[in-house]
């Protein structure tokens, strides 16, 4: 059963961000939208390489009011450790959390039951904590985090102009469409 359109359910994790072990709770999730990005394991191959990437989209995303959440079932101490071992790891600015527990993989239908670890998950919430967009990718294939903005910007256009929907391949300032009964067919 798909999660986009359901809010997040009530949670209380340990992160570690900015030099600081800080805890995150569904609320922080609210208020603004958000990017839950899951990884299987900290100390691995292709999960640095998507939390650098992740980093480099990092101001432009809190430019459109975004805020970044990474999270892996590593303990908020490993995600530290790695913090201060990795050159790509130790440029993270959001929040690393900690999901030892797997609450948070399985509230978002992530966990590897026969593995133990998160799948590469990425779900972007709206202001409200309701998913908008998800996306999940077979182990060995890293994302690209360019791709959320585009998506971002949609979602965001939609939910300040009812009404009108984004067509496949809309870029900010695009032309969007109005359902009705006008259109069926004729696109």
């Not at 990795?86 to 900690?98: E, N, R």
């Not at 992530?110 to 309701?130: H, M, P």
């Not at 985090?145 to 300032?173: F, L, N, T």
């Not at 969007?176 to 067919?185: F, M, R």
Request: hydrophobic residues 35%.
């Amino acid at each position: 059963m798909s999660l986009v359109g359901k809010q997040i359910e009530e949670f209380k994790a340990q992160a570690y961000q900015n030099g600081k072990f800080i805890d995150v709770t569904d609320a922080d999730l609210k208020g603004h939208w958000s990017v839950v990005m899951f990884y299987p394991a900290d100390f691995s191959f292709v999960c640095p390489t998507e939390l650098e990437d992740l980093q480099d989209q990092y101001e432009t995303l809190q430019s459109l009011g975004v805020e970044v959440y990474s999270v892996s079932e590593d303990t908020h101490f490993v995600h530290k450790a790695w913090h201060d071992e990795s050159d790509a790891v130790g440029k993270l600015k959001y929040a690393m959390i900690g999901d030892p527990s797997h609450q948070l993989a399985k509230m978002f239908d992530v966990f590897d039951e026969e593995q133990g670890l998160a799948q590469r998950g990425t779900f972007i919430l709206d202001k409200n904590g309701i998913v908008q967009s998800l996306e999940i990718n077979a182990d060995g294939i890293g994302r690209n985090a360019s791709e959320y903005i585009d998506r971002i910007k949609a979602g965001q256009y939609v939910e300040s102009h009812p009404g009108e929907v984004c067509p496949a391949k809309w870029k900010e300032g695009s032309e969007t469409l109005t359902p009705g009964l006008d259109l069926v067919g004729k696109i």
